[in-house]
């Protein structure tokens, strides 16, 4: 099937709907999480989600997507007790190349939050970014956004 550009172009502009995120309970925390090391297994992309007032945001999940226009799902974690997350083996991610670079490099999408079934890309905080096509690969990645950005759908 094959879709007018204007109707592809709309798609991908993101909402602007705003949905109430609320913060797990400490009893739904992981236990393992308050000591939280890095377990470095394939290329990982680790970091922090913090509200615009500088507030950690515990539980909150944090999903990785390989893929450029169509994407798919390629981990997932949620947020420790101070907002720390690590995503690792992500080597299902996609590959590019760019001008000048010798090696490949991964291209990954990291969301924060929950979709409801919708495109992750078009209602969540989102960072798309590159590391190296390297088991020894690690990317340090922090989010700053409100808990309104953090969309749940029920």
Request: proline fraction near 6%; hydrophobic fraction near 40%.
């Amino acid at each position: 099937m094959r879709f007018p550009l204007f109707v592809l172009m709309f798609l991908a502009i993101p909402s602007c709907a705003s949905h109430k995120y609320e913060p797990a309970s400490q009893e739904q925390i992981l236990a393992e999480s308050e000591t939280m090391e890095l377990d470095h297994v394939g290329p990982c992309i680790h970091g922090s989600v913090i509200t615009k007032h500088g507030v950690p945001v515990a539980n909150a999940p944090v999903r990785a997507y390989g893929g450029f226009a169509t994407r798919w799902h390629i981990g997932q974690t949620i947020t420790d007790a101070d907002g720390r997350y690590q995503l690792c083996g992500l080597q299902e991610a996609s590959r590019i190349k760019n001008d000048g670079d010798e090696e490949w490099q991964l291209y990954i999408g990291v969301c924060v939050g929950d979709s409801g079934g919708q495109n992750p890309a078009a209602v969540l905080p989102w960072k798309d970014v590159q590391l190296p096509n390297k088991p020894d690969a690690m990317l340090e990645l922090n989010f700053n956004c409100s808990l309104e950005e953090i969309v749940e759908i029920e």
